[in-house]
């Protein structure tokens, strides 16, 4: 294979120059920053003078402006009097080409063979593979590896296209997190990627999927725990993504009562997977947060901590080849860059408090900086820096219009990993003809499509593969906007537009219970009246198109609804609320289901028992009794491995009728009794160890004798030993570390010079 190196920057071409002829000449060069350093990018010392190595990355370029450019470094070359000089170069030329370099830098040069030109590179490349893989970006951007990573995400919901990976892979600043991430998931099979909004963690988590990927694995991005374990298979090499698994923007304990134990079990089941690996990132202080109050995260035996990375704590220098890359990548006004150098402004934003790369790429952009002239944009950059929401206040505010905005408003309530175009536009239409209707703006049948026209590229991404998905451009427009919608009077415009559950469910979750007073809540909440039929009436599921036989997901599970309405009530007293909660109850759509609803119907029979909606319910007595049948129908009906999660739950719950521990009790004789013929139609080791270990839990919890449960263990270990003899793990992609990491001091001149080649190219 040959790589061209066009997506390496002239610094990561620096490093890889060094390291490939370091090894091939077994010689160790000290690294210089790039920029005016005297023709030195790598020096070795030896007692009776220095070998200098010189890297020109001109890839693409012609022939004549290498030729130019040593013509003027021979006088640096001659003052240096080195007692070997070697030359490597990105830029083509042919041997005569070598034969005309030669006496532009005279006697130092030992013979032609110290010219190293792009071919020599990538034989040395073939000769020493592990340097190829030691420069991620390097690698990654092979046309064959990039070919399987495409070829491979290709039916997942976040499908990578070239661009996206090239455009990721060129502005990746390789540091010391990727090694470390992939030991950690050699060694754990798990991997949290913690720290704050804006650091990096998607893009660390997907340089990894990519290598994955590239190494015939199956990307898995989930959206949810019980996307995982639908999926999760121990006869495929799997890595599976959950980005933001804690949330964007809001974490309450009531949600995490729903997600932590079933992290957990997840967690277990990757763990005892041989061919699994499971990539999560969350917010750091939600991360804290969700461990102080939840037993599972919190649990010693599980000891999450060990999984933990937390990223966002970068050198100065990585800092610095952030912004470096992006202003390469982005190809950011030269103007603007020299305008950036010539106001010595480079250190206080390399080292600014708030440095963060999300900031990096929004002010390196050219649809964001269009509007600043070049002489004003060092004092933007600073802004943006001290107050990061202004970077899209004023384009949200001025530059686009109000059906952009509705547009954008209506996909913020809408899922974060990629919307359907045909979801997208019935979810803005009746939106946007609401609010242009209430402010007399004008609308029209084309805005839909006009308004996506213009967003796209400056504010949303458009990827088709299986079908058109939008998603935004870049997170912090997001976040930006958490903080322009939480307006109360705005929120009761957008209510009677909603056209699923869901998009209201998110609505709500965003405002309760922490995003606005109890009193903004209450009026919020009584804006949602007029929904209710239907919250009563929208099926949870629908016929599979083109497979009416089947059926796929289509709108909130019973159990969602019950509990948004309990919240309303509550807030409110109203009784339209306990009505629809009762019609829910006592018809709901679809049946309810073990999977969705059976730790949230235990949850709310609790709390009113407990008189945890603070007031007693007016139609409680039935209410109870149609949960507690409720309950009892999903233990009944519910499947071996969502037992073990009911169990626990009831456990943790107190007032609860004996009905619903007869039900679980009838449940985990079944169990035991049906054991042979459930384990022999299993065939993952992982779930029938989790097996064992539930049924030694249910044991003498439901007194199940001693001898009963030794068989019962012994034939799934039986079982186990089958499943082995065909299998074995699968070893993580290992890629050895790069040994250039921080052996340069970074002071205020190697930051400059390391920028000064961008106003050359």
Known sequence: ?????????????????????????????????????????????????????????????????????????????????????ILATSCKFTPLGKGKLTPLIGPSLRSEADIFGPEDLNGLLRKFPDILKSHIKLWLSGAGVLDRVVRAAAHTFAAFTREDIEQKVRVYASNPSFDQSLA????????????????????????????????????????????????????????????????RVALDRQALAHKDSDLARFMSRVRRSPNARFILTTRGYIFEEARRVSEHLGDQRLDVTKYVLDVGVYTRRIKARILYNHLLVSETPQSHIRALL??????????????????????????????????????????????????????????????????????????????????????????????????????????FEEALRILEGSFVNIVNISGPRVSFLNPSLKDYLSSYLLDTELLIRLVPTAVSIDWLSSLWDFVYPRGLSEDDQTKIALACAGMLDMIETR????????????????????????GMLMDWWRLTNERAFADSIMAIARNPQQGFGAWLDGEALIDIFCRLGDKGYGRPFIYETELLELLEKAITDTIRWCSSDMLSTLVDAVDAAQGLPSSINHALQAAVLEEFEENTSRINEDDSESSL??????????????????????????????????????????????????????REKFDDRALRDLFTPLLDR
């Open 689 to 742: 160890s989790d097996r064992i270990d539930a049924l030694k839990k249910f044991a003498p919890r439901f007194g199940v004798p001693e001898d009963v449960l030794s068989s019962a263990v012994s034939d799934i270990e039986d079982r186990i030993g089958e499943i082995e003899d065909r299998s074995s793990p699968a070893p993580s992609p290992s890629f050895p570390p790069s040994n250039k990491r921080e």
């Open 184 to 247: 950690t998931l050699e060694k754990h099979r798990l991997l949290i990627i913690s720290g704050p909004p804006g650091v990096g963690k998607t893009t660390l988590a997907e340089m990894l999927c990519y290598t994955f990927l590239s190494e015939e694995w199956e990307l898995v991005p989930i959206r949810s725990l019980e996307d995982g374990f639908a999926a999760i298979s121990d006869s495929k090499k799997q890595v599976f993504l959950f980005d933001d698994f804690l949330g």
């Open 539 to 562: 099926p949870h599921w629908r016929p599979r198109a083109g497979d009416a036989r089947s059926l796929e997901y289509n709108d909130a599970a019973n159990s969602k609804r019950l």
């Open 1 to 85: 294979m040959s790589y061209d190196f066009k997506n390496l920057s002239s610094a990561d071409f620096e490093d890889l120059v060094r390291d490939l002829i370091g090894r091939e000449e077994g010689l160790r060069f000290e690294a210089f920053c790039a920029g005016p350093d005297g023709g030195i990018d790598g020096r070795h010392a030896q007692a009776n003078g220095n070998v200098i190595l010189q890297a020109k990355h001109y890839e693409g370029s012609p022939f004549g402006k290498l030729i130019a450019t040593m013509k003027r470094e021979r006088f640096s070359i001659d003052k240096l009097a080195p007692i070997r000089y």
């Open 342 to 447: 010539e106001s010595k402004k480079l250190a206080e934003i390399v080292d600014h408090k708030n440095y963060n790369p999300r900031v990096i790429e929004a002010m390196t952009d050219a649809f964001r900086i269009g509007d600043i002239e070049p002489a004003d944009y060092a004092v933007a950059f600073i802004g943006a820096l001290n107050n990061p929401s202004q970077i899209w206040d004023t384009a949200f505010r001025t530059h686009i219009d109000h059906r952009c905005r509705h547009l954008l408003m209506a996909m913020f309530f809408l899922t974060e990993y990629g919307v359907p175009l045909g979801t997208l536009r019935s979810s803005f239409e009746p939106l946007h003809t609401a609010m242009s209707t209430a402010y007399g703006q004008p609308h029209g049948p084309k805005d």
